[in-house]
C-alpha cells in the first residue's frame, strides 16, 4: 500500500478481554514498530521486528502485551486481560530497515484503544 | 536505559521570527538522529534526518548536530502559523535497531 495501514482505527473494549491490533507496513519495509503515546506525550516505544524476527522487546509493559510478524509483513499486537491503564492510542511504523538514512520511519494513522 | 531529552514547552514566537528546538540524548553512540513533526490529533510525520555533525539545511529548516555535546536541534525560519505543532526528536541507536523519541516540544507561532 501507499502508507502504513492500522487497523481498526478506533477500539472500545471491556476490562479483561483481549485485543488484536494489526498493522500493514509499507510494501519492501524491513522493520516494523510498535509505539504507545499518551496524550501529550512523545512515543513510547513498545517492540520492533526486523522481517519476521523480534529484534527487541524490551519496551512492552508487561507479559499481557505480545506482537508477531510470522510473514515479515503485516504485524499484530495482542493485549490480553486488558486493563483501564492500556487504554492510549497504539502507533506502527514502519523503515525500510538497517542503519543511517534507511532509518526514517513512517507512521500509521495509529489505533485508539479504549478500555472501559 | 537510552533516554531522549525534551523541553515539553510551549515555545511561543511571533510569525516571521525563528524557532529553536532543543534535544539532548543519553547514548554517545547513537549515529542517526531524524526530527518528526506531530500535528494535534495526527500521527508523526518526518521532516529532517540527519546524520553527521554540522548543519543541514532544507527550505525554512535546518537541523544542527553535536556529537560531542550529545545535542541536536531543529531552527526553523520565517516561522508560519501553519508551523505550529509538536517536534519530536528521535535518536537511532548505533545498530539502526531501535528509534527512541523525546517527549516532544510543542510550538505555537502567533499571528
Not at chain 1, 493485549?79 to 526514517?104: F, H, K, N, P, V
Not at chain 2, 528546538?21 to 547514548?27: A, E, K
Not at chain 2, 546524520?51 to 526553523?76: C, M, P, W
Amino acid at each position: 500500500g501507499a502508507g502504513v495501514s492500522q487497523s481498526p482505527r478506533y477500539k472500545v473494549t471491556k476490562r479483561g478481554q483481549d485485543v488484536a491490533l494489526r498493522c500493514d507496513p509499507i510494501s519492501g519495509h524491513v522493520s516494523l514498530y510498535w509505539y504507545r503515546q499518551a496524550l501529550g506525550q512523545g512515543p513510547e516505544f513498545l517492540t520492533y521486528f526486523n522481517y519476521e524476527a523480534q529484534q527487541d522487546k524490551s519496551g512492552l509493559p508487561n507479559d499481557r502485551f505480545s506482537a508477531e510478524r510470522p510473514e515479515g509483513s503485516i504485524s499484530t499486537l495482542t493485549i490480553q486481560r486488558t486493563e483501564q491503564r492500556d487504554s492510549a492510542m497504539y502507533r506502527c511504523a514502519s523503515s525500510l530497515g538497517a542503519a543511517g538514512a534507511e532509518g526514517e520511519a513512517f507512521f500509521g494513522q495509529g489505533t485508539r484503544l479504549t478500555v472501559v | 536505559q537510552k533516554e531522549v531529552e525534551q523541553n515539553s514547552g510551549p515555545l511561543s514566537v511571533p510569525e516571521g521570527a525563528i524557532a529553536s528546538l532543543n534535544c539532548t540524548y543519553s547514548d554517545r553512540v547513537s549515529q542517526s538522529f531524524f526530527w518528526y513533526r506531530q500535528y494535534s490529533g495526527k500521527s508523526p510525520e518526518l521532516i529532517m534526518s540527519i546524520y553527521s555533525n554540522g548543519d543541514k539545511e532544507d527550505g525554512r529548516f535546518t537541523a544542527q548536530l553535536n556529537k560531542a555535546s550529545q545535542y541536536v536541534s531543529l531552527l526553523i525560519r520565517d516561522s508560519q502559523p501553519s508551523d505550529s505543532a509538536t517536534y519530536l526528536c528521535a535518536v537511532e541507536d548505533n545498530a539502526g535497531n531501535m528509534l527512541t523519541f523525546g517527549g516532544g516540544t510543542r510550538l505555537m507561532v502567533k499571528p
